[in-house]
């Protein structure tokens, strides 16, 4: 089982960059999908997570606005559309995977993660 994230890049400040994540091994089409950030030396933070119809999501707040996560289950892909960003936004960024299909903004409560993929925003 798999979550292989793309999409990460180099943007200057108020840029977009649109992240994928694609499992492989199951259908994720029954999960919580999820998007965490983490800059070295801190820890991994939550940016947004989607259920498993897609039709509920909940955003981090400094994210809200700007990002939007959206889903394909039957591509078993998770996106992350990233308008105006800024050099705050500079991280890793994480996909993630819950089995129970819950929200929810708690890294422990993730069952399967990504590589990562990194984003950086210059000014």
């Known amino acids: 089982v798999q979550l292989q994230a793309s999409g990460g890049g180099l943007v200057q400040a108020g840029g977009t960059l649109r992240l994928s994540c694609t499992g492989s091994?199951?259908?994720?089409?029954?999960?919580?999908m999820g998007w965490f950030r983490q800059v070295p030396g801190k820890e991994r933070e939550f940016a947004a997570v989607?259920?498993?119809?897609?039709?509920?999501?909940i955003y981090e707040e400094s994210v809200k606005g700007r990002f939007t996560i959206s889903r394909d289950s039957a591509e078993n892909t998770v996106y992350l559309q990233m308008n105006s960003l800024k050099p705050e936004d500079t991280a890793i960024y994480y996909c993630?995977?819950?089995?129970?299909?819950?929200?929810?903004?708690?890294?422990?409560?993730?069952?399967?993660w990504g590589q990562g993929t990194q984003v950086t925003v210059s000014s």
């Open positions: 091994g199951r259908s994720f089409r029954n999960y919580a």
């Open positions: 989607i259920n498993w119809s897609g039709k509920m999501t």
């Open positions: 993630s995977a819950r089995k129970w299909g819950v929200l929810s903004g708690r890294k422990d409560e993730y069952d399967y």
